[in-house]
């Protein structure tokens, strides 16, 4: 890999460790305001606004400028939305800040992979992109799940802190601290030298301009199958997220904290299977992996039929001087096969969306274009598990109903593949 790639990679380690730790530190914020178990999943909704209502405006701002510079600015603005929630503003609309900064520093950080690598590093490079970003969301996710157990809370009271009354306030003040060794990193991020013609300039040529760059990857043979897949995945990947922690709470008999960690499991096991996809899988097969997606959607469907009850509670795993329930090691072993099939099938198809965009468009567009799509699929999803948890919809419905359309629409998109195979023969690339 050439040099500064792996500071870009420890850049969006720190930063994403961060966006992850703030969800559980926000949620337990949530929790001791007494607010109903819905805002939960409308927290992340605030979040993944921004990368729709800004899709057209921050490709153009992430190739206007060079990457590095993208990346530590849009990272202050991820601090800016943790002093906001420290300072007593709303959960939802300082959670809403930090999803702005993210979703400008999003095009810059995928973008900046093209810029540097050749196309037959990508997958290589997106393993670790994946891997190191899974890597964080474990770490972030167990972080978050610590800082807001009792024992820290005790800890805190003898302890206090500045601008901590409660834990989450103390979780959020230490998280901030991450997000700005997340900025030192970015600052060490070296100048690629690559520089594109100058940007559209008004939002309603800068629309047009993102309008035409989404018609152009929608109507790309190889293109469309891979922006479909990654859309269906994201949204399902932000769903499941909240899935897993009601599902370990009721199912389970979890705390949240508690849940908290043992969500990280999926994202251990996305990490192992992003690195089995980059060094097993070639940009030319990438598309080869599209049956997994069928194997993800029946195994989230075998969740609905696991809990507590089906394994005897006197059963305990013991690894060394540490022992647990056996459903909740059986759970865990599940969860991480569930990130594993994900991980495995996500790393290929970044590889070729990315290829195929800064092919056909440029890097900061058509990353642009892919979150948007991802992110209307998460708030999509997103608003109807919202809408489950208001009309208090059992888990285990809930669970039968998302795994039945991620089935359903990865045979759709196995459909298209296969008529866009005989239709024509696969273009250069």
């Keep these: 890999m050439k040099r500064g790639f792996y500071t870009i990679i420890a850049a969006q380690f720190f930063s994403s460790l961060a966006d992850n730790a703030l969800l559980i530190a926000a949620i337990a914020l949530l929790t001791e305001q007494h607010a109903p178990p819905w805002m939960t999943p409308v927290l992340k909704l605030f979040f993944v606004l921004s990368y729709v209502a800004l899709a057209a405006f921050v490709g153009a701002f992430a190739d206007a400028f060079p990457k590095g510079r993208v990346m530590f600015g849009t990272n202050l603005v991820k601090v800016v939305g943790c002093v906001a929630m420290l300072a007593g503003v ?47 969301i474990v770490l972030g996710t167990v972080c978050g799940g610590i800082l807001i157990s009792p024992h820290i809370v005790q800890h805190m009271i003898h302890h206090p802190m500045p601008f901590t009354g409660h ?27 690559v520089r594109y013609p100058p940007q559209q300039h008004g939002p309603i040529r800068l629309a047009q301009d993102f309008a ?69 899988i070639p940009l030319r097969r990438a598309l080869n992996t599209l049956p997994v997606g069928l194997a993800i959607g029946g195994s989230i469907l075998m969740m609905a039929f696991f809990s507590h009850d089906l394994v005897p509670a006197t059963w305990v795993v013991r690894i060394g001087p ?27 198809m970044n590889a070729v969306l990315q290829h195929r965009g800064h092919v056909l468009l440029s890097a900061g567009h058509s990353i642009a274009v892919q979150n948007f799509n991802e992110n209307l699929s998460i708030l999509v999803t997103l608003c109807l598990y919202t809408v489950l948890v208001w009309f208090h919809v059992s888990i285990t419905t809930i669970i039968v109903i998302f795994s039945s359309f991620v089935i359903v629409v990865m045979l759709l998109i196995m459909r298209q593949h296969r008529a866009n195979r005989l239709r024509d023969a696969a273009p250069h690339w």
């Design 90 to 136: 709303p959960p939802l609309i300082s959670y809403g800040i930090v999803g702005l900064g993210a979703a400008a520093y999003s095009p810059a950080k995928y973008g900046i992979l093209t810029e540097l690598l050749p196309p037959d590093r990508l997958v290589a490079a997106n393993g670790w992109m994946e891997g190191t970003t899974v890597l964080s």
């Design 322 to 348: 540490y022992h647990a329930p056996a459903y909740i090691a059986i759970a865990c072993v599940f969860l991480a096969c569930i990130g594993a099939l994900s991980g495995f099938f996500v790393v290929p």
């Design 212 to 280: 035409n760059c989404f018609t152009v990857l929608w109507t790309d043979r190889i293109g469309q199958i891979s922006l479909a897949v990654t859309t269906l995945l994201w949204g399902a990947a932000q769903t499941l997220q909240f899935i897993v922690l009601q599902w370990a709470q009721h199912s389970l008999g979890l705390s949240l904290s508690q849940a908290s960690i043992l969500q990280a499991f999926v994202a251990i096991g996305v990490a192992v299977g992003a690195v089995v996809a980059a060094a097993k």
């Design 167 to 193: 834990a989450p306030r103390a979780a959020i003040l230490i998280i901030t601290v991450i997000y700005l060794v997340a900025a030192v990193f970015n600052l060490r991020i070296p100048d690629t030298g």
